[in-house]
């Protein structure tokens, strides 16, 4: 990795092999534990993204168990933009079964200047192209909590 590439400073984030999820920044790490100090829904989310499962508290405002999953995009989403997947997801139409799952982004191939990696794209803009061989990153409810009596 050269400096040069992020205009002097070495962004390791720019670089091909964090984006492959090789590497991971430790200043996350400290963010990560720091935020979770005043917000106790941090820790939950990042045990989602990092163990695939997750057993939200039990509260008023629980969502239940959720699972990080990843899926080939469906057909009939295939080269459309984003924002299409998206809303399907979320907000199923009358010809698809409902699916209750939240994007949070793509598996992506990079083809390029002879390089050929896949990358994980989150948050991706709602105009961008969905392509036939992406994946979609998605969190879908596993069982929600059911309120004790």
């Given amino acids: 990795m050269d400096s040069s590439s992020a205009g002097g400073s070495a962004l390791i984030s720019m670089e091909p092999v964090f984006s492959e999820g090789a590497v991971f920044s430790s200043s996350l ?3 990560t534990l720091a935020q979770s100090f005043y ?7 990042i ?5 695939t499962r997750l057993t939200n508290f039990q509260g008023r405002d629980s969502v239940g168990e959720v ?5 080939e995009i469906p ?3 295939q080269n459309k933009p984003y924002k299409d997947l ?3 997801f979320l907000c199923p139409r009358p010809h698809m079964e409902e699916l209750d799952m939240l994007p949070l982004g793509l598996y992506r191939r990079h083809d390029g200047m002879g390089e050929n990696y896949w990358y994980t794209f989150t948050n991706p803009s709602p105009d961008t ?3 036939s061989e992406d994946y979609v ?3 879908t409810r596993v069982k929600p909590w059911k309120a004790q009596t």
């Fill in 29 to 31: 790490c400290t963010n």
């Fill in 86 to 88: 998206f809303e399907a």
């Fill in 67 to 71: 699972q990080l999953l990843q899926a």
């Fill in 47 to 51: 045990g989602a993204l990092l163990s």
């Fill in 75 to 77: 057909e009939e989403l």
């Fill in 129 to 131: 192209v969905v392509r």
């Fill in 39 to 45: 917000n106790r829904d941090v820790l939950p989310l």
């Fill in 137 to 139: 990153f998605y969190l």
